[in-house]
């Protein structure tokens, strides 16, 4: 082969590796996007849905005005009573959103108790709430409050004494009227799959009563919430609750049921429905909830509630 038809194949061979590098380069007809057509990011993933508790604190950092009432018949309270009694509890809570992590809030609120027939105003709470994401899955709040006793138990302590046990024994700050409080707190929640696990933590400290004989007192509260989403509208739950007092308050100490005010255990069952109006969510609950060891077994509590928080 002479030098002119080595020179000629090897200007072939070129050629054709070039063109077959530009056709590999080139995009198929299946891959390339129809002619007018602009080429979009793929849509986030869905948001993960929050199960709002029914008496536990909500952990995301939001706008909400709640409207929370609870209606306790039960068995009259005391070793000499009979027949039926009934408290009506209801609280108002607004919280604004300040950052993405930090929501203040206030809340306040009256009971009424059937015998005798006296109504009364709770406790003031100021506090805040502070929580970060852990991942996708995970939040983690901090929760500070303080209550003011500007409240007026209308009745003495027996009325809101059947306050207190309205709500559970798990808002003490704002039913111990002679009281100014120091709260603190922790949650955790997993959220993923329509589900929310969550759990909280909290331990108030109760300043010194004139007139009470109380230098401090301790109390504490537990609970789990579990909640899941079968609809986008719709959301069941059940939570767990316990309250104890580390110290003894006088107002327990000269109770006939003293002792077993100490602790009180509870459940709560309850649905939940969510609908937007523009930008407002509104998310109703209903919900029942009954003590599982005295006072509040013994003397047949049923507490039902009707939670209305409006979120925007």
Excluded: K
Aim: proline content about 8%.
């Amino acid at each position: 082969m002479s030098n002119v038809d080595r020179a000629r194949w090897r200007s072939c061979w070129g050629s054709c590796v070039v063109s077959v590098v530009l056709a590999l380069g080139e995009p198929t007809s299946a891959q390339a996007p129809p002619r007018g057509e602009v080429q979009t990011e793929p849509p986030p993933p869905p948001a993960r849905p929050y199960s709002v508790p029914l008496l536990l604190r909500p952990l995301p950092a939001v706008n909400v005005v709640r409207f929370d009432t609870a209606i306790a018949p039960h068995d009259a309270y005391g070793p000499t009573d009979s027949g039926l009694e009934l408290d009506v509890v209801q609280l108002v809570t607004v919280g604004v959103r300040a950052t993405d992590w930090l929501m203040v809030l206030a809340r306040m609120g009256w009971d009424w108790t059937s015998r005798p027939s006296t109504a009364g105003m709770s406790n003031l709470v100021l506090g805040a709430t502070l929580t970060t994401r852990i991942e996708e899955v995970f939040r983690l709040s901090g929760f500070v409050a303080v209550g003011l006793p500007l409240g007026t138990d209308g009745g003495g302590a027996p009325n809101h004494r059947g306050a207190r046990l309205g709500r559970l024994a798990m808002d003490n700050a704002l039913f111990l009227t002679d009281h100014v409080s120091g709260i603190g707190g922790l949650g955790f929640a997993w959220i993923d799959m329509g589900w929310t696990l969550q759990a909280e933590a909290t331990l108030l400290v109760f300043g010194r009563a004139e007139g009470t004989g109380d230098e401090a007192v301790v109390n504490s509260t537990f609970g789990v919430h579990v909640g899941y989403f079968l609809v986008p509208e719709v959301s069941v739950a059940g939570e767990l609750h316990h309250q104890h007092f580390v110290s003894d308050p006088g107002a327990l100490r000269t109770d006939p049921y003293g002792a077993e005010l100490r602790s009180q255990t509870s459940g709560t069952l309850g649905v939940r429905f969510h609908a937007s109006i523009g930008s407002v969510w509104i998310r109703p609950a209903l919900a029942w909830s009954i003590g599982l060891d005295p006072p509040l077994a013994g003397d047949a509590w049923q507490v039902l509630q009707l939670d209305v928080p409006v979120f925007f």
